[in-house]
C-alpha cells in the first residue's frame, strides 16, 4: 500500500472542483473496472458516485468508515469482507453494509489529501476478480486519482486566472487614460472603459477579436508594430465616428517573445485635457490674484478694481504701462479670477521670440513643416491655451505679417498650423500688453488699425512707480522680507533714511527696479539693516524721468527736490546733518528746507 503523512485538507473538494468532471471520471472508472465507485470530500461527505452511490450525492460516509484511516495518511486502502475485518470495527454502517470489498485511496493535490476515492464491489465475482489482478486496481485507482487531483488543480488555476483577468479589467477600467491590447494580428484582446469613451464608442462596444483597424484605422499602434518599435507620448488623430477630429497623446508598446510579435497595447488620453490638467498643477504653484498685487495708493486700487471688473467678461484687454510696472502680473490676476481659471494661462513674449520663429510658436505646424520640425508637430500656444487666457507681451513688436494673420484668428477663432491644410477651432480670451503707444505706431504705419481696434476693447493703463510714491515704502519693505528669507539671512528691515532715499528716486525701471536694488542691498549690507549706503550704488540721479505732462519750470523743482531728499538721507538724522547736506549742495540752509517743503 502507498502511504502518505499528509495533513487531510479542510476545505470541501466540492468548493474547489467541478464536480460534473469528477462525476465523469466516476463513470469512467466503474465502466473500465466493473464495480461501483464513490468519492468523498475531505469533510467525508459524498461529491460523485455510480449505481447505489449515484443518489447519495451531499450524505456523509458512516463514521468509523475506513475513509478516515486513507485521508488520515494511511495511502490505499484494500478491505475483504468489511464487515469481518478489524478496519471496519470502529464504523457505524458496518451491520448495514453489503459491500464484498471496498478500495479507497486519498487524492493528494498540493501536499494535502482533498479527499477519497473508492470502488466498491457488492458481489463474490466481482470480489474475486479484482482480487485476482490486485496490483493492477490499486494502480489504476490511484491513477485515477491523480486524474481528479490534476483536474482539481486545472480547474483552481482556471479560476485564479479568472479572478486575475477580472481584477485586471476592473483596474484598467479604472485608469481614466485609454487602454487597447491587440494580438500580432491587430485584433483586439482588450479595451477598457476609457477607451470606448475617448473613440466614442459607448453605443457600439468593440468585441473581443474584433480588427482594431477597422475602428481606428491610422492607429499608431498598428504602424508601429509593423515597425517592431515602442513610442511614448507621441500626438495622434483620430477622426470620430460622427465626423470631426481629435487629438491624442499615445504611448504605444510593441510586445515581443523571442524577437516574435505577440501583440501590443497602446495607452493614450485626450490631449485637450491633458495640456488643461497639466497647467492647471503648474498654475496652482505660481497661482497671481489682485490680493498679491501689492499697492493701496489711490492709482493703484483704481487700475484693481477696474481690471477685477474686465476679468468677469471675454472681452479682449490691452494692458499699457512703462517696463516694469506689473503688466503680466495683472494679465494672470485677471484670468485667475475669470471664469477660464481652471483652465490653461500662457503667455508669449512677441519680442523674445525670432521673427521666423513666432509663427510657429503661436499656430503650431504639423510634421515635416520645415527643416528641424519635429517628426511629430507641435502645438502652438493658441491651442495650448484653449479656453484659457493666451497672453501677448510686447504685442507692439510684432512683424506686420504676423499682425494679419492674428486678427484673422481673433476674427474668426481658427487656427492653421505652419504646413496645415485643416483648420481647427480654438476659444482662447486674448490679453495683450505694450508699454509703446500703439496708437502712434498705427499712425507711423507700423501697427494695424484694425488689429489695434481688435486688441484694445478693453484699455487698462498702469501707473508707474512714480506716480505712486506711497506704495515704494510698501513694497520696499516686502521686497526685502522676501528675500531675507530667500537668503536665509534672518529678518532684516530698512532704516528710515534708507527708505527716505527710496521715495525720492525717479524708478524709471518702475517695480522691477525696485525689486532688484532691494535684492542687491539684501546681498551686500551688513547686519540686520539696510541702509542708504546699501542702496546708493544702485541708483542714478541721471537717469530719473521728469513728470509727464511739466513744464520746465515744474521738472526743475522736481529735481531739485528729489536731489535734496537724496543728499539728506546719505547723511543721515544726527545732529547737524541737514547742515552738512546743505554744504554739500552748496546752498543755505534755509534753502535746502525750502526745498524739501515744496509738493
Known amino acids: 500500500m502507498k502511504g502518505s503523512s499528509v495533513a487531510p485538507a479542510h476545505v470541501p473538494l466540492s468548493s474547489v472542483a467541478d464536480v460534473q468532471s469528477i462525476q465523469q471520471i466516476a463513470d469512467a472508472v466503474a465502466a473500465a473496472m466493473g464495480v461501483d465507485v464513490t468519492v468523498a470530500d475531505a469533510s467525508l461527505r459524498r461529491v460523485a458516485g455510480t449505481g447505489p452511490f449515484a443518489g447519495a450525492r451531499g450524505e456523509k460516509v458512516p463514521q468509523g468508515c475506513v475513509f478516515e484511516r486513507a485521508l488520515k495518511g494511511s495511502g490505499t486502502l484494500v478491505v475483504e469482507d468489511p464487515r469481518e475485518v478489524a478496519l471496519c470495527v470502529d464504523c457505524t454502517g458496518r451491520d448495514q453494509c453489503r459491500e464484498t470489498l471496498g478500495m479507497c485511496t486519498p487524492i493528494i493535490l498540493d501536499g494535502q489529501a482533498i479527499g477519497i476515492l473508492s470502488i466498491v464491489a457488492f458481489t463474490s465475482e466481482q470480489r474475486d476478480r479484482i482480487m485476482a489482478s490486485l496490483a493492477s486496481f490499486v494502480a489504476f485507482l490511484e491513477k485515477m486519482a491523480e486524474l481528479i487531483a490534476t483536474k482539481m488543480a486545472e480547474h483552481r488555476l482556471i479560476t485564479a486566472i479568472e479572478e486575475r ?23 483586439i484582446r482588450h479595451i477598457n472603459d476609457g477607451a470606448v469613451k475617448l473613440l466614442r464608442l459607448t453605443e457600439r462596444r468593440p468585441r473581443r477579436g474584433e480588427d482594431l483597424a477597422g475602428i481606428w484605422p491610422d492607429c499608431m499602434l498598428l504602424r508601429s508594430m509593423a515597425r517592431r518599435e515602442s513610442h511614448s507620448n507621441v500626438e495622434e488623430s483620430y477622426r470620430l465616428p460622427g465626423g470631426g477630429t481629435v487629438r491624442f497623446l499615445s504611448s504605444v ?14 495607452t493614450f488620453s485626450d490631449l485637450e485635457r491633458t495640456h488643461r490638467d497639466v497647467f492647471r498643477v503648474m498654475e496652482k504653484e505660481t497661482a497671481f490674484t489682485f490680493d498679491d498685487i501689492i499697492g493701496s495708493s489711490p492709482h493703484m ?7 477685477l471688473t474686465a476679468a468677469q467678461y471675454d472681452s479682449n484687454i490691452l494692458l499699457t504701462g512703462e517696463t516694469g510696472t506689473g503688466k503680466e502680473l495683472f494679465a494672470r490676476a485677471i484670468h485667475n479670477a475669470s471664469p477660464r481659471r481652471d483652465y490653461p494661462f500662457i503667455s508669449v513674449n512677441c519680442a523674445a ?7 510657429s510658436e503661436l499656430f ?5 513643416a520645415f527643416t528641424g520640425a519635429s517628426r511629430s508637430g507641435k502645438p502652438g500656444k493658441f491651442e495650448l491655451a484653449n479656453h484659457g487666457t493666451l497672453f501677448l507681451d510686447e504685442v507692439g513688436d510684432m512683424p506686420l505679417f504676423l499682425q494679419a494673420k492674428l486678427l484673422r484668428v481673433i476674427q474668426t477663432m481658427e487656427i492653421t498650423r505652419v504646413g496645415g491644410v485643416h483648420p481647427k477651432r480654438i476659444d482662447a480670451r486674448i490679453i495683450a500688453a505694450t508699454n509703446q503707444d500703439l496708437a502712434e505706431l498705427v499712425r507711423a504705419n507700423r501697427f494695424r488699425s484694425d488689429l489695434y481696434y481688435r486688441l484694445n476693447v478693453i484699455p487698462l493703463s498702469l501707473p ?23 537668503f536665509n539671512k534672518g529678518p532684516m528691515e530698512l532704516t528710515e533714511e534708507a527708505l527716505a532715499l527710496l521715495e525720492s528716486y525717479g524708478w524709471p525701471g518702475n517695480v522691477r527696479e525696485l525689486e532688484n536694488v ?4 539684501v546681498n551686500f549690507a551688513n547686519g540686520p539693516q539696510i541702509r542708504p549706503e546699501d542702496l546708493r550704488a544702485r541708483l542714478s540721479v541721471d537717469v530719473r524721468p521728469a513728470r509727464t505732462g511739466m ?15 537724496e543728499c539728506v538721507a546719505r547723511h543721515g538724522s544726527g545732529p547737524g546733518a541737514r547742515e552738512r547736506a546743505a554744504e554739500e549742495l552748496g546752498i543755505s540752509r534755509a534753502t535746502l528746507y525750502r526745498i524739501l517743503s515744496q509738493d
Do not use: W
Open 551 to 565: 513744464d520746465l519750470r515744474s521738472a526743475t523743482k522736481e529735481f531739485q527736490r528729489q536731489m535734496v531728499q
Open 165 to 187: 483577468s477580472r481584477e485586471l479589467e476592473a483596474v484598467m477600467n479604472h485608469i481614466p487614460q485609454g487602454v487597447i491590447c491587440v494580438d500580432a494580428q491587430g485584433r
Open 518 to 521: 532691494i535684492e542687491y542691498a
Open 364 to 368: 503650431g505646424y504639423e510634421p515635416g
Open 301 to 307: 486700487q483704481a487700475a484693481k478694481r477696474q481690471a
Open 464 to 486: 508707474p512707480l512714480r506716480s505712486r510714491r506711497e506704495d515704494v515704502r510698501e513694497l520696499s519693505r516686502h521686497f526685502c522680507a522676501y528675500y531675507s528669507r530667500q
Open 353 to 359: 521670440i525670432p521673427e521666423a520663429l513666432l509663427e
Open 253 to 266: 508598446s510593441t510586445l515581443l517573445l523571442e524577437d516574435r510579435i505577440i501583440g501590443g497595447v497602446v
